[in-house]
């Protein structure tokens, strides 16, 4: 079935089968789920390319895309193939044995990145916890050194493990779940003199620095990208003083940026960088790359039972090959400048509720201003009152984030909605 066609069926979803006998209901599903979550009333039902559907019927222009994600948004014909053929053929072997999908989408990352070899796992915080593994295991057998720390930055946001949660530096994470695995220290972001001053002041005492991990641009911590000086002398001191330097590119990366990887924005490499969310385009998959450094871990000191599955690895290469094949970089650069000019606009109206637009390519946030009530979830709440889908970075940032194959007039309807959004609030 084709993209167009999916859209065309509009509000006649086809019936689901789990679902069908069993009428969904939000108090049946908070009295058998966590709440983890602090949940909109709105529960969505299927997809279709960027719009999204929920189970009244009512349409959705999706600029959230399951959190920077769906690359290729809903139901996309690629994806669709994809997963039926690799269900058909094999969905799940144990990494025992050599799996073809995951050594071609390894040589995919490889031939599109600095990459020299690729970890498999199945979300960004493993993939950051691999990173971690690795660079301690670097550390102690090449660096010598007993008590490694990794610096981190403030604002952060690495995962919801035991290590990556101590790895991201926001305490509101870390609230009660101490005690934290220690080895972490954190600096502030784009801050060259921090870093510096870490180093010194950590070797000083029974600590020595291993590496440093570090998102190019910081997603969950408010949509700041990192700035080029910054991160070039970060490069140069690594260098000096023989250090990792490890990218977080889960959010930025997989061509949400407009370019493939978040550090080309930069200009400097990574030693060690992860991806997850848009590499499966919504498939489960997490992935840490090496470049250099790939024989550290020997077998049987990392693992993961379903990462690189031929399911995931499968339905991961489509989503790369198309990517590459319908050149959706280019519309992610061209869709990013206009939304990111129409967002301006906007906030050219509303000089005192909107202080700032940044973001690169299609990962955009609009800043509130710190003088207003104004918070980021009333207005994502007033934007699903207009029919579209967005979500907070922070208290005071809106994010943008929507599969990459948004178009023009969807970038403009996003707008209409945004614009009207903030009227309704700024009264
Ligand atoms: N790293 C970054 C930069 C992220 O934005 C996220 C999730 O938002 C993660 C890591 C954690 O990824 P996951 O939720 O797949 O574990």
Not at 115 to 140: M, P, Q, T, W
Not at 154 to 160: I, L, Q
Not at 220 to 225: F, I, L, M, Q
Not at 237 to 265: A, N, P, T
Request: charged letters at 20%; hydrophobic letters at 40%; proline letters at 5%.
């Amino acid at each position: 079935m084709s993209l167009q066609t999916l859209l065309e069926q509009g509000t006649n979803p086809p019936e689901s089968g789990v679902l069908a006998s069993h009428p969904f209901s939000t108090d049946s599903f908070d009295s058998a789920v966590m709440s983890t979550y602090a949940r909109f009333p709105i529960t969505l039902e299927r997809g279709a390319g960027c719009r999204v559907w929920d189970t009244q019927g009512k349409e959705y222009l999706d600029f959230v895309a399951g959190i920077a994600t769906c690359t290729l948004g809903h139901a996309h014909p690629a994806m669709v193939e994809a997963v039926t053929r690799q269900i058909q053929k094999l969905h799940h072997v144990s990494n025992l044995y050599y799996i073809p999908e995951q050594g071609e989408l390894a040589k995919w990352i490889i031939q599109h990145s600095c990459a020299d070899r690729v970890f498999f796992c199945n979300s960004g915080a493993e993939a950051n916890e691999a990173a971690i593994k690795l660079a301690r295991k670097y550390a102690h057998t090449v660096l010598d050194i007993e008590n490694p720390i990794i610096l981190t930055a403030n604002a952060s946001f690495h995962g919801r493990t035991l290590a990556t949660i101590t790895a991201t530096g926001q305490p509101k994470y870390q609230k009660y779940f101490d005690p934290l695995v220690p080895g972490f220290h954190y600096v502030p972001y784009n801050d060259i003199s921090a870093v510096e001053s870490a180093v010194t002041e950590l070797d000083e005492g029974d600590y020595r620095v291993a590496a440093i991990l570090i998102e190019p641009l910081q997603g969950e911590g408010g949509v700041r990208p990192g700035d080029v000086e910054y991160f070039q002398k970060l490069r140069r001191l690594c260098d000096e003083i023989g250090i990792l330097l490890i990218f977080d590119e889960v959010q930025v990366g997989m061509g949400r940026s407009g370019k493939l990887w978040g550090y080309e924005h930069l200009g400097v490499e990574p030693d060690i960088f992860t991806s997850a969310k848009g590499l499966g385009g919504g498939i489960p998959i997490g992935a840490m790359m090496s470049k250099k450094f790939c024989d550290v871990f020997q077998p049987g000191e990392h693992a993961s039972t379903f990462g690189g599955n031929p399911f995931v690895c499968g339905v991961a290469l489509s989503v790369c090959q198309t990517l590459e094949k319908e050149n959706i970089l280019q519309n992610v650069e061209a869709r990013g400048e206009q939304l990111r000019a129409g967002l301006r606009a906007i906030a050219a109206k509303y000089p005192h509720h909107i202080t700032e637009v940044r973001g690169w390519g299609l990962i955009n946030g609009m800043e509130l201003s710190a003088d207003t009530q104004l918070t980021a979830p009333e207005v994502v709440k007033a934007a699903i009152n207009e029919g579209l889908l967005l979500v907070p970075a922070g208290p005071k940032v809106v994010r943008f984030v929507p599969p990459l194959i948004v178009s023009e007039a969807e970038v403009n309807e996003a707008l209409q909605a945004v614009e009207k959004a903030i009227a309704s609030l700024a009264v």
